[in-house]
């Protein structure tokens, strides 16, 4: 008999979330679930680990097909947690993270923690896909990004795409019929610019609450998540981990040349 699939599932957005249930409809349908998320909202976390406080792990739910648990730190602390010590010495073989309430393209990869998650999935050799939901509302409707969610999970278990892999995928709000397909896409080019507003407390204490916009730097480009996202595509982008700005590489060799060997 062939061996049930284990798929790992976690989020930045809380063990209780709507989309965390979303997450789990998805992956329950290609095997045993283990979910690990966050006790609470980790939104913006990154790569951020616990360092410097202990972590408890609690278990919320267990039925026969879905495991569900809570862990009192970050998304990548959930997935260090289930590959290192939890499902340690078993064969994981997706994770999910998501579905997130708000898109993560562009440059909000970096910032995600449903990303961080994803991203810190791929290092132990494990296909991950991070499923964003381009709606904030706590109340969303994910039927197209569950949908969509399952063919593209799907689609990764089918298919011999060389490891480490890390997809970004983010779903348009729509209903499925309103959704135009599936593009695979580089990030676009853009950033945020912060706004800082400013209020007294009762003791009158300055504070502030950070707010934002995206600046898209190439609004005209057709190639990127964004403007799958924005003309109603579901946006698929690889991600890897390697920062090396290596167009820079020539010249910055060229500009420290004379720093060079030295003896």
């Known amino acids: 008999m062939k061996k049930e699939k284990l ?12 989309g965390l249930r979303a997450a789990v409809e998805v992956a329950r ?7 690990i998320a966050p006790e609470r909202m980790q939104s913006g976390m990154s790569q951020a680990i616990t360092i ?17 648990y809570a862990l009192s730190g ?3 602390d959930c997935v260090k947690m289930a590959f290192d010590h939890f499902l340690k010495g078993r064969r994981v073989d997706l994770a999910i993270s998501g579905i997130n309430h708000g898109s993560n393209s562009a440059v909000n990869v970096l910032y995600s923690g449903t990303m961080g998650a994803a991203i810190e999935c791929s290092f132990y050799d494990c296909p991950s896909v991070g499923l964003s939901l381009d709606d904030h509302d706590l109340d969303a409707d994910f039927e197209a990004a569950i949908l969509y969610g399952e063919r593209i999970v799907r689609s990764v278990l089918e298919s011999r795409i ?18 135009r397909g599936v593009r695979v896409c580089r990030q676009n080019a853009g ?13 009158g204490r300055e504070y ?3 707010t934002g916009a995206f600046v898209n730097a190439e609004p005209e480009a057709t190639d990127t998540d964004e403007w799958a996202l924005s003309h109603g595509y579901v ?29």
């Open 29 to 35: 349908r290609f095997g045993h679930v283990i979910a």
């Open 7 to 18: 798929i790992f599932v976690t989020n930045d957005d809380g063990y209780d979330s709507k």
């Open 74 to 76: 970050t998304p990548v």
């Open 235 to 263: 946006s698929v982008v690889p991600v890897q981990v390697d920062l090396t700005a290596y167009r820079q590489m020539p010249a910055l060799e060229a500009a420290l040349g004379p720093l060079g060997d030295t003896k």
């Open 208 to 210: 502030f609450w950070l």
């Open 191 to 203: 950033s945020w610019r912060e706004e800082f507003f400013c209020h007294h407390d009762p003791r």
């Open 162 to 179: 060389p490891l480490p892999l890390c997809l970004n995928v983010n779903v348009p709000v729509g209903k499925p019929d309103e959704i």
């Open 52 to 68: 410097y406080n202990p972590l408890y792990l609690r278990e919320v739910s267990v039925s026969d097909d879905v495991e569900i």
